[in-house]
């Protein structure tokens, strides 16, 4: 079984600042990590994921995070926070390579970036 | 020209009423899923389909049922509807590739009363 876990489930910080936004797995197999942003009222879109190619992963506005098998973390990062990145954010995990790929969701963390 | 759309966007009904929720995605795409996503935001996988299997989550109620006429739509059909199916229900879909990216559709607020 594989499963994530979000630490916070409410991040705010100011306009400029770091963002990080945690995630931890369990998994006993190899994991596949994705992270996405869901804006208010709307649908999920994929933000950037981790297929093993490489530990660090660099994804859509800016957004990039690091996989570390030693820490079983996949945390999520970006060097200057927007006003537009405001919402949740979730991190997923699967095992599957093949097929469906049935993705397990954390419970998400809400950002709010203040002016 | 909305990858994957969903009606309607909002439903509300009473226990007990049998309803439906319709999803089409245009992106060609192999496989179709059904996510809720409860009042605390937590997103759970209920049902994922290509035209070679069926994958239900074991947790999910027989009162939930998946048809799809065509690789092109995936609908949701809900029997008895209880208070505690009220949620936000998401239609995704991707390829049948390694990993793919899953497309989400807006979503469809489900009130039972």
């Known amino acids: 079984a594989q499963s994530v876990t979000q630490l916070g489930s409410h991040v705010s910080v100011s306009e400029g600042a770091l963002v990080l936004l945690r995630c931890n797995y369990s998994s006993s197999v190899p994991p596949y990590l994705f992270w996405y942003v869901q804006y208010p009222n709307q649908g999920l879109q994929l933000l950037l994921k981790?297929?093993?190619?490489?530990?660090l992963v660099k994804g859509i506005n800016g957004f990039e995070a690091e996989f570390k098998k030693s820490e079983t973390s996949f945390h999520l990062t970006k060097p200057s926070a927007h006003m537009s990145d405001a919402a949740e954010y979730f991190c997923?995990?699967?095992?599957?390579?093949?097929?469906?790929?049935?993705?397990?969701f954390g419970t998400g963390t809400r950002l709010t970036v203040i002016p | 020209d909305t990858a994957v759309s969903q009606t309607p966007k909002y439903l509300v009904t009473q226990m007990g009423n049998d309803k439906s929720i319709k999803c089409e995605q245009n992106l060609g795409h192999d496989t179709m899923y059904w996510y809720k996503q409860d009042s605390k935001k937590f997103l759970k996988i209920m049902f994922s389909?290509?035209?070679?299997?069926?994958?239900i989550n074991e947790t999910v109620p027989n009162r939930f049922s998946p048809k799809s006429p065509d690789k092109a739509h995936l609908n949701l059909h809900i029997n008895s509807l209880e208070l505690g199916d009220s949620a936000v229900y998401f239609c995704?879909?991707?390829?049948?590739?390694?990993?793919?990216?899953?497309?989400f559709g807006p979503g469809t607020r489900l009130t039972v009363t």
């Open positions: 389909y290509n035209n070679k299997e069926l994958i």
């Open positions: 995704a879909s991707s390829q049948v590739v390694s990993l793919s990216e899953q497309y």
């Open positions: 981790y297929t093993s190619a490489a530990t």
């Open positions: 997923a995990v699967t095992t599957s390579q093949t097929g469906a790929n049935n993705l397990f």
